[in-house]
Structures are given as C-alpha cells and as structure tokens.
C-alpha cells in the first residue's frame, strides 16, 4: 500500500496568513493526488484534484502543486472559514489512501 | 441538488452485523462507481470499498476483507455495506461518496467529489 504522509500534523495561524501543508507518498503516484478539508462534526470536502486542479465552487485562495512523491496545499490568504483539518489523498492505486491530516488552528 | 444520505447505523455488539444504505440523488446514479470511507473517533479518514457502476469491480480495505460486503441496486438509487463479524476497532462515521473520473491531458483522474453526511457505528457491549 501506498503510504501518504503530511506535515505538519497541526499548525496554528492568523487571519490573512499564507499557509503551505505538505504531503508526501511513500512511491511516486504522478499526479493522482486529491486534497480535502473537514470542519468537525462534516463530511469531508473536495477541494483539489489532480494535484493541481481546483474543484467547481471552491475559492481561488487554495491552490495545489506537485507530482510525483511531493506534494503542497497552498492557502495564499488565510479566512475563518478556513479553519478545518486537511487530507491528502492517492488515487493511483488501490487501496486508495489518505494522509493523516493536517488540523490548522486559528493563532 | 446532487446528495447522499446513509442510513442504518447504530449501537451493535462484537460480533454482531449491520446493513448500511446510502440513497442517491440528484444525479444518474448508475453512471458512476461508489465508496465507503470511515472515520473513528477522533482519528483520519480510512477507504473501506468500493464498487464500480455495474458492480463488476469491488474492492476492499485488507481491515475488512471477508467480513463487509458492498453492493448496489441502480433501480433503487441505493449503494449498500453489510457489516458481519463487526469488531470494537469498526467502530466510526461511515460515509458513501461518489467517485469522479475527468480526463485531462490523456490521463484519467479519479475522487471523491460527493461525500454523505454519514452514520455512526458503534460496536460495543
């Protein structure tokens, strides 16, 4: 199995800040990285696909790069409603795998 | 309005079963495949199956294998997991969520761009 690490695994920032979560595969999976983000008590929400691609509704803010084992999500300006943990995930082989999460707090 | 809804979890004892459901609309259910995802209490996300349009294809997480069995009934709009042997450790929110493929640049992509709210599981006694 594809193991997906993040870091860092909890970071504390202001309104306004930019802020990059790494995620790492354990193997090269070009570009079939996916990055979610979860409010407590939600569902999971797509946010990027394909490293880079930025899913239909969601603010321009966010941001994706990478391929092959590194990989980044990129807020440029930091909103309150921003505040949520982040997934990472892998779809080019099965199983598909998240990362642990990435729970960003307000400073 | 494109959505999910599950049903059907509850408080069951080890090594007892249960069947969740997830009722789909506001879309052509039958064009696309599905998944379980599921969260323990305060942990991340785990993938659990998964089942292609025509059911042709399912996999499973090795954590499941032998125990929950996916299923779906396109008539029905309706995607399914029976949960037999349940142990302490399935113990989570169970999500369905739909599975998108684009193509870009002659490659085809694939996620999770519709996900339930989910419903909770619980196996104690």
């Known amino acids: 199995d594809i193991q997906m690490t993040q870091s860092p695994s909890s970071l504390s920032a202001s309104v306004g800040d930019r802020v990059t979560i790494t995620c790492r595969a354990s193997q090269s999976i070009s570009s079939y990285l996916n990055w979610y983000q979860q409010k407590p008590g939600k569902a999971p929400k797509l946010l990027i696909y394909a490293a880079s691609s930025l899913q239909s509704g969601v603010p321009s803010r966010f941001s994706g790069s990478g391929s092959g084992t590194d990989f980044t999500l990129t807020i440029s300006s930091l909103q309150p409603e921003d505040f949520a943990t982040y997934y990472c995930?892998?779809?080019?082989?099965?199983?598909?795998?998240f990362g642990q999460g990435t729970r960003l707090e307000i400073k | 309005e494109v959505q999910l809804v599950e049903s059907g979890g509850g408080l069951v004892q080890p090594g007892g079963s249960l069947r969740l459901s997830c009722a789909a609309s506001g879309f052509t259910f039958s064009s696309y495949s599905m998944n379980w995802v599921r969260q323990a209490p305060g942990k991340g996300l785990e993938w659990v199956s998964y089942i292609s349009s025509s059911s042709s294809t399912i996999y499973y997480a090795d954590s499941v294998k032998g125990r929950f069995t996916i299923s779906r009934d396109n008539a029905k709009n309706s995607l399914y997991l029976q949960m037999n042997s349940l142990r302490a450790e399935d113990t989570a929110v169970y999500y369905c969520?739909?599975?998108?493929?684009?193509?870009?640049?002659?490659?085809?992509?694939?996620?999770?761009?519709?996900w339930g709210k989910g419903t909770t599981v619980t196996v104690s006694s």
């Open positions: 995930q892998q779809s080019y082989s099965t199983p598909v795998t």
């Open positions: 969520a739909r599975d998108h493929r684009s193509e870009w640049l002659s490659r085809y992509y694939y996620y999770m761009d519709v």
